[in-house]
Each structure stands twice: as structure tokens, then as C-alpha cells.
């Protein structure tokens, strides 16, 4: 079945560092691919997105490119800030028959920045 | 303010005594689901409902029931809960198939 594995975090990053979390796919057809963020205490935002294949999701700095040869779709940012603390989780949208897409997240991954 | 209403935010009970947590939203989206996160476990589907009374199985519907009576209403109902059930739960509306409006969570303990 369709299912999403992202890198175990946590991840432990000095202000202003680069940022990769790595996420990869396995999926039937070309579903499209999500990073959704959740900070402490909040539900789940969508970040970014990305429809099809070589289209580059962005958002508040973030980026990632969906590859289909490599089946990933890994987040990037150049400089994270303190703020950018919380959990990432990638997904994919998967078709369930009636019109019906439904959400597959893989594990997530914590990110703490520190000053 | 566009959003979905999860209540009770906290809720500790105790095994076999029935709950209903609350779902509501205000943007008029068909597309309703509830999830469960757990620790390296992701978030998995419990239960989706593409409009009124139309409502399916999610991956781990064990132990749940739903109901879809209004468009703006989604309540996971759980008769029997048992420790196993103790997590964090997600309701989320859709204005189409894929991108997803998350409330801000609920967390059970079963006892």
C-alpha cells in the first residue's frame, strides 16, 4: 500500500543553520505530496505542497521538490530561527473510490533551534 | 475566523464509561475526518465522512463510531474505550480531496 517514511528525528539545530528533513514515498499513480507543521499545543498546517512531478512546493522559506525518480519530496531551508520549532510531518494524498482522497502521513519529525 | 472546533481539549476517563468528542467547522467543507497521533506512529485515519450521512472506515476504526447528521458537525463517539485508545486525536475539514484543516486536538487518557 501507499505509505510515506520521513527521517527520526529529533533534529537539534543552531539558529541560522541549513535545514533537510528527508522524506520518501511509496506510492501507486502520482499522488500529490504535503508537508504539514505542527507547533506545540496546535493542530497540524499545511506548510507547502507539490501536485506533480518536478514542481517545488514554498512557504515562509521552506521548499521542497517533488522527484519522482527518486521518490522523495525532502524539505529545505537555508537559515531556520528559533520559531521554526515544532514537528514536520510529510504525507501524500491517496485515493480511497468515490472521489475521495485521504491523507497519509508518515512519522514526523521533531525540529528544536536553538539561539 | 475560519477554523475547527475540537472539544473537550483534555479528557481523562475511565475504561467502559462512553464519550463523545466534538467536532465543528465553519468553513461549509464536505470532506470530515478524524485521526489518532502517536508516538512514532504518525497520524492514522480513524474515520472520514465525504458529506451528510455518507461516512467510512479510516485505517483503525476499531472501537469508534461516527456520525454526520450536519455538514458542519463530525462527533467520534467511543462506547467501550479501553487504555489501548489512550492518544491525541485530530478532526479535520476539507474543502476538496486533498489539503486539510486541522483542529487543535484533543488528548484522551483512558484509566
Known amino acids: 500500500g501507499n505509505s510515506v517514511t520521513q527521517m527520526e528525528g529529533p533534529v537539534t539545530l543552531s539558529e541560522e543553520a541549513f535545514l533537510t528533513i528527508n522524506c520518501t514515498y511509496t506510492?501507486?499513480?502520482?499522488?500529490?505530496l504535503f508537508w504539514y507543521v505542527q507547533y506545540p499545543g496546535e493542530g497540524l498546517q499545511l506548510l507547502l505542497k507539490a501536485t506533480k512531478a518536478d514542481d517545488k512546493g514554498s512557504n515562509k522559506g521552506f521548499e521542497a521538490t517533488y522527484r519522482k525518480e527518486t521518490t522523495s519530496f525532502h524539505l529545505e531551508k537555508g537559515s531556520v530561527q528559533v520559531s521554526d520549532s515544532a514537528v514536520y510531518f510529510c504525507a501524500l494524498s491517496s485515493a480511497v473510490g468515490g472521489g475521495y482522497n485521504k491523507l497519509i502521513f508518515g512519522a514526523g519529525t521533531r525540529l528544536a533551534v536553538h539561539p | 475566523e475560519a477554523q475547527v472546533t475540537q472539544n473537550p481539549r483534555y479528557l481523562i476517563t475511565v475504561t467502559g464509561k462512553k464519550l463523545t468528542v466534538t467536532c465543528s467547522q465553519n468553513m461549509n467543507h464536505e470532506y470530515m475526518s478524524w485521526y489518532r497521533q502517536d508516538p512514532g506512529l504518525g497520524l492514522r485515519q480513524i474515520y472520514y465522512?465525504?458529506?451528510?450521512?455518507?461516512?467510512d472506515k479510516g485505517d483503525v476504526p476499531e472501537g469508534y463510531k461516527v456520525s454526520r447528521k450536519e455538514k458542519r458537525n463530525f462527533p467520534l463517539i467511543l462506547e467501550s474505550p479501553s487504555p489501548n485508545q489512550t492518544s491525541l486525536y485530530f478532526c479535520?475539514?476539507?474543502?476538496?480531496?486533498?489539503?486539510?484543516?486541522f483542529g487543535q486536538g484533543t488528548r484522551l487518557t483512558v484509566v
Open positions: 506510492a501507486t499513480g502520482y499522488p500529490s
Open positions: 465522512s465525504m458529506n451528510v450521512e455518507v461516512t
Open positions: 479535520a475539514s476539507s474543502p476538496d480531496t486533498e489539503e486539510a484543516f
